[in-house]
């Protein structure tokens, strides 16, 4: 009797003692479906009512309640039966749960690719570094070449509104410009200059340089702009704004027209004083009057090419201007005998002078010995460029039907400067030809620096 009381009571405890683990463990792993709890609660129930039999099998031994112990042993037969019915339908679920060998593997997985991506988190960080490191060096310069300049960075959104700004000037302050508009720091007529700029290149997306005058109410100035238009972000367009302050060359180049100005006026007047003398001396000397009236002529074709110099404030001389300059008497007397035909085309400063001159000595000659000396002739201007570089000049005279004289028998002023000098001052060419027909003077010059 007492080895099935030590036995029995043994059992149960153990019995007893395993549902127990069971629902532990349950309770622990919250991560189980409904399906492995279920399967749990009926091992759990046939377990504990095993354990219950061997508790009444001990009862038994002193108390005869076979009645009871026969009810409890069909209970337990009951669940027996219902767990190993349900068993078949439940093993492949069991079956699904990975073994540990499999989930070990999928640990050491975890854990490679864990490796992995703080292998990559550690590139990522040094390589942020570097790059904030770049950033930084690249800040520092751009801040040292920027500081003390004249050039000014700002950045707009697509309302004009400052976003950034840098190395402001005109008496700004950059908090007070940092989230405004110009109309809250420049004056009306500042502002809507600038704003009409700006918006056209955030409509079009071209780029803008222009020379401005900007002003504040502190200080005004001229600056020369750079307007582009940039991405803020992915959703917001904007501008950048490079301006440069060019006051002080506005200022010198304003000194330079008025010491131009002064200087074409007294050299005018040089010119004046020139032919002045030149009269007064020819009077007092037994000068032929041809050779004064000839020297007059001169003079004031060297006048009239300086004429033409001063309004271009010496950056060149219009082709056509020159010409009919120099031709001023003879188009009024026969205008519909000479005809003057070429593209625009300004000649350098230096040129000027020569093809005036020369343009002048052929006009002369026309009226007294060429073309404009009969009543038939007639004069023909005409240029054009070299369509290959643009720089080359061939410029022609023609007379048609006027009288035919022979070349001169000796090379005077007139000749040397349609033959040499005209051409070799531009560093070309030139042929004098005296036709039956005609005159016929051609000049092909090289002009470096010119513009058509």
């Known amino acids: 009797m007492a080895l099935h009381v030590i036995s ?46 061997h508790v009444f099998s001990i009862v038994v031994l002193w108390a005869p309640y076979y009645a009871a112990e026969g009810l409890l042993k069909a209970f337990t037969a009951l669940v027996s039966v219902g767990t190993a019915l349900a068993l078949p339908f439940l093993l492949p679920q069991l079956l699904k749960i990975p073994s540990p060998r499999v989930l070990q593997a999928e640990i050491d997985a975890h854990r490679r690719t864990l490796d992995d991506l703080e292998m990559t988190r550690k590139r990522l960080l040094e390589r942020v570094i570097v790059t904030e490191s770049e950033n930084s060096t690249t800040n520092r310069r751009f801040e040292a070449a920027l500081k003390g300049s004249q050039v000014t960075v700002l950045e707009q959104d697509e309302d004009l509104r400052v976003t950034w700004a840098y190395n402001l000037g005109l008496g700004l302050d950059l908090d007070r410009v940092i989230g405004s508009t110009e109309d809250e720091f420049l004056t009306p007529e500042s502002a809507a200059e600038l704003k009409s700029i700006k918006s056209s290149v955030l409509s079009t997306g071209n780029p803008i340089r222009a020379s401005v005058n900007i002003a504040t109410r502190y200080e005004s100035g001229w600056f020369d702009i750079r307007i582009e238009r940039i991405n803020i972000d992915e959703t917001r367009r904007g501008i950048v704004v490079t301006s440069t302050d060019i006051s002080d060359l506005k200022r010198q180049e304003e000194h330079l027209r008025i010491v131009m100005r002064e200087l074409n006026h007294r050299t005018k007047n040089l010119l004046t004083i020139v032919m002045s003398l030149t009269r007064q001396t020819s009077r007092s000397f037994e000068v032929p009057e041809a050779f004064a009236i000839r020297l007059q002529e001169r003079l004031a074709a060297l006048a009239s090419a300086h004429d033409e110099l001063a309004r271009q404030e010496w950056k060149g001389a219009e082709l056509k201007a020159v010409i009919e300059g120099q031709l001023r ?71 048609i039907g006027g009288p035919f004289f022979p070349p001169p028998t000796k090379l005077g002023f007139g000749s040397t400067i349609l033959r040499h000098l005209t051409a070799r001052a531009l560093e070309g060419s030139a042929e004098l030809d005296f036709l039956p027909s005609g005159v016929r003077w051609k000049l092909i010059a090289p002009l470096v620096g010119a513009e058509p």
């Open 329 to 399: 008497y003879q188009m009024e007397s026969f205008a519909d005998r000479i005809e003057v035909i070429g593209p625009d085309f300004r000649l350098p400063a230096e040129a000027a002078h020569y093809v005036g001159m020369a343009i002048h000595e052929l006009g002369s000659n026309a009226v007294k010995h060429g073309a404009l000396s009969s009543d038939q002739g007639e004069v023909r201007v005409t240029w054009h460029v070299d369509a290959a570089d643009a720089k080359t000049l061939t410029l022609e005279w023609t007379e």
């Open 8 to 53: 029995d009571s043994l059992i149960a405890l153990s019995y007893f003692a395993i549902p127990i683990g069971i629902a532990v463990f349950v309770r622990r792993r919250s991560d189980l479906n409904a399906q492995h709890k279920l399967i749990a609660l009926l091992f759990a129930i046939f377990i504990a009512a095993c354990g219950l039999t």
